[in-house]
């Protein structure tokens, strides 16, 4: 992996550990949190996706 790589992934993890906690403190039911999770999954791969096609 090169430096543009592993720069951009470090950042995304310090976003999430930002973003984590307000996250699970607003969804303490389970079920909130599942759905809220499968949503947030559903738009993280329909990205990867379209960024995939757009820049191959």
Request: hydrophobic fraction near 65%; proline fraction near 4%; aromatic fraction near 8%.
């Amino acid at each position: 992996m090169s430096l543009e790589q592993i720069v951009p992934a470090i950042a995304l993890i310090a976003v999430l550990f930002l973003v984590l906690p307000g996250f699970m403190s607003s969804n303490s039911n389970k079920k909130l949190l599942f759905k809220n999770l499968s949503i947030w999954g559903v738009i993280v791969l329909v990205l990867v996706v379209l960024l995939n096609i757009i820049f191959k």
